[in-house]
């Protein structure tokens, strides 16, 4: 049953027809590295797509301080290559690649990636996370990376000594907006209500920091400016007043939807797009797990998307099982 990958080039190894692998993974954020370390224990030599985003929103997190085990903290990218590296150590195979159709309508299931290669699964863990959502304003998608931006980590040294606005009141919008003054010679977080949403501890740091302003019971409606960001166009929600901010950066964390529009159709899901699942993982396909994100829009921590994928593996490793041990009844 097991494929002897080392002869093998990767895409030969991937599109072998007649060995389906036991585990396919999706997704190579803490729920997907998770769920390949636990697979790769069990000696289902899991196959890890890893989609476009190597290591998923964690790994564009700055400095992660709630994963347990790191009382200094430790660097977003940082815990995806230790994760990474872990799974390897114990056979998972990894494909920078992304699943561009999948058919789980019958077993093997079939992905075929967006480099078209088919690859053949007794099961698969989805961890494929969640994107950041857009406001939706004039302006926005023509600045991006121009100065509207989605990812402070990814961009903030940009902002040396500069003028920027973070929008949202939650803990990304927060944590994001205290990473930003590192550079940022200031940053108004622009909130649509009077009240932040974001945990006590970030509360507390951000209205501490002398960098940071906030701007209540405001949105953005629009983003100004041809070759980079100029200004922000803001109306108070209570006054119905409207302002123009000049600004040069526009940071937007206003939540984040699952990516699952693959699965549609094919999985059952919730009106927000979240694959429903039991206690146990399975989807409403058996042999379909999913895990973190993608599945879950309560916690979304890095440690309960970890759990979320080595809970899925490990049910998916008791699903092989039992299906071999029904077939090897069969052919008695
Ligand atoms: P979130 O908690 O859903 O917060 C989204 C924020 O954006 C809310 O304040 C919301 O306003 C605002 N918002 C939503 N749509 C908007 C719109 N169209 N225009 C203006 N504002 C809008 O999202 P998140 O901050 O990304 O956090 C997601 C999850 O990750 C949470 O469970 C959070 O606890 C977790 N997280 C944890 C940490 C940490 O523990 N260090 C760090 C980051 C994220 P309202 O408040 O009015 O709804």
Same mark, same amino acid.
């Given at each position: 049953?097991?494929?002897?990958?080392?002869?093998?080039?990767?895409?030969? *190894?991937?599109?072998?027809?007649?060995?389906?692998?036991?585990?396919?993974?999706? @997704?190579?954020?803490?729920?997907?590295?998770?769920?390949?370390?636990?697979?790769?224990?069990?000696? *289902?030599?899991?196959?890890?797509? /890893?989609?476009?985003?190597?290591?998923?929103?964690?790994?564009? /997190?700055?400095?992660?301080?709630?994963? $347990?085990?790191?009382? !200094?903290? %430790?660097? @977003?990218?940082?815990?995806?290559?230790?994760?990474?590296?872990?799974?390897?150590? =114990?056979?998972?195979?990894?494909?920078? !690649?992304?699943?561009?159709?999948?058919?789980?309508?019958?077993? $093997? =299931?079939?992905? &075929?990636? !967006?480099?078209?290669?088919?690859?053949?699964?007794?099961?698969?863990?989805?961890?494929?996370?969640? #994107?950041?959502?857009?406001?939706?304003? $004039?302006?926005?998608?023509?600045?991006?990376?121009?100065?509207?931006?989605?990812?402070?980590?990814?961009?903030?040294?940009?902002?040396?000594?500069?003028?920027?606005?973070? %929008?949202?009141?939650?803990?990304?919008?927060?944590?994001?907006?205290?990473?930003?003054?590192?550079?940022?010679?200031?940053? /108004?977080?622009?909130?649509?209500?009077?009240?932040?949403?974001?945990?006590?501890?970030?509360? #507390?740091?951000?209205?501490?920091?002398?960098?940071?302003?906030?701007?209540?019971?405001? +949105?953005?409606?629009?983003?100004?400016? #041809?070759?980079?960001?100029?200004?922000?166009?803001?109306?108070?929600?209570? /006054?119905?007043?409207?302002?123009?901010?000049?600004?040069?950066? %526009?940071?937007?964390?206003?939540?984040?939807?699952?990516?699952?529009?693959?699965?549609?159709?094919?999985?059952?899901?919730?009106?927000?797009?979240?694959?429903?699942?039991?206690?146990?993982?399975? &989807?409403?396909?058996?042999? +379909?797990?999913?895990?973190?994100?993608?599945?879950?829009?309560?916690?979304?921590?890095? +440690?309960?998307?970890?759990?979320?994928?080595?809970?899925?593996?490990?049910?998916?490793?008791? =699903?092989?099982?039992?299906?071999?041990?029904?077939?090897?009844?069969?052919?008695?």
């Amino acid at each position: 049953m097991d494929l002897n990958l080392s002869s093998l080039t990767n895409n030969e *190894a991937m599109e072998k027809e007649h060995h389906p692998y036991k585990v396919v993974v999706l @997704g190579s954020g803490p729920a997907g590295w998770a769920a390949a370390l636990y697979a790769a224990r069990a000696e *289902a030599n899991p196959l890890v797509l /890893t989609g476009l985003e190597l290591g998923g929103q964690a790994a564009l /997190t700055y400095t992660i301080e709630n994963y $347990p085990g790191f009382p !200094d903290g %430790v660097g @977003g990218a940082q815990l995806g290559e230790l994760f990474q590296k872990q799974a390897e150590r =114990f056979g998972a195979h990894v494909e920078f !690649d992304r699943a561009a159709e999948v058919d789980f309508s019958k077993r $093997p =299931f079939v992905i &075929t990636t !967006d480099n078209g290669i088919e690859v053949k699964a007794e099961s698969v863990v989805i961890a494929t996370g969640a #994107s950041p959502v857009h406001l939706n304003v $004039p302006g926005e998608v023509e600045l991006t990376g121009r100065g509207v931006s989605y990812c402070a980590t990814c961009d903030g040294w940009f902002f040396k000594d500069k003028k920027v606005v973070v %929008v949202g009141g939650g803990d990304s919008a927060l944590e994001e907006a205290i990473f930003l003054t590192r550079y940022a010679k200031s940053v /108004t977080i622009i909130h649509r209500r009077d009240q932040l949403r974001a945990g006590a501890i970030l509360q #507390s740091r951000a209205k501490a920091n002398p960098k940071i302003e906030f701007l209540w019971n405001t +949105v953005v409606t629009e983003v100004v400016g #041809s070759e980079a960001v100029k200004a922000v166009r803001l109306k108070n929600v209570v /006054t119905g007043a409207e302002s123009q901010m000049e600004t040069d950066g %526009v940071f937007i964390f206003i939540g984040h939807k699952p990516n699952t529009e693959l699965f549609k159709g094919q999985l059952e899901m919730d009106e927000g797009g979240y694959i429903l699942t039991d206690k146990r993982m399975q &989807t409403s396909v058996p042999g +379909v797990y999913a895990a973190g994100e993608a599945a879950d829009p309560v916690f979304r921590q890095v +440690v309960t998307s970890a759990g979320m994928g080595a809970a899925a593996a490990m049910q998916a490793v008791k =699903f092989i099982e039992e299906h071999e041990l029904e077939e090897m009844k069969k052919e008695r």
